[in-house]
Nanobody, 119 residues
Framework: QVQLVESGGGLVQAGGSLRLSCAAS????????MGWFRQAPGKEREFVAA????????YYADSVKGRFTISRDNAKSTVYLEMNSLKPEDTAVYYC????????????WGQGTQVTVSS
């Protein structure tokens, strides 16, 4: 079992930056593909980024490529999402996920953290 707790969301102006963190509990954190999804009001939840257990091979949605960076620290059981050049369309609740099995599925989810980008 894995429990995930996100932090770092907030309100930022367009062009600004935020860093999300996701602290995981559970002994097998390092084995899982970790990542982030987001859900904007009235929209389906969508994939944002994922990273393999080794920290290599990060994968990004086209909409965030070049602006967002995902990383992980297995010693701290934490995964991060550095978000730069934020746009109003990035406004959403961001969810940390563990044991990602597809672009829309994961076995463990955090409670979500709100990111609001003002224009």
């Amino acid at each position: 079992q894995v429990q995930l707790v996100e932090s770092g969301g907030g309100l930022v102006q367009a062009g600004g930056s935020l860093r999300l963190s996701c602290a995981a509990s559970g002994r097998t954190f390092s084995r899982y593909i970790m990542g982030w999804f987001r859900q904007a009001p009235g929209k389906e939840r969508e994939f944002v980024a994922a990273i393999a257990w080794s920290g290599g091979s990060p994968y990004y949605a086209d909409s965030v490529k070049g602006r967002f960076t995902i990383s992980r620290d297995n010693a701290k059981s934490t995964v991060y999402l550095e978000m730069n050049s934020l746009k109003p369309e990035d406004t959403a609740v961001y969810y940390c996920a563990a044991d990602i099995t597809s672009s829309s599925r994961a076995n463990y989810w955090g409670q979500g953290t709100q990111v609001t980008v003002s224009s």
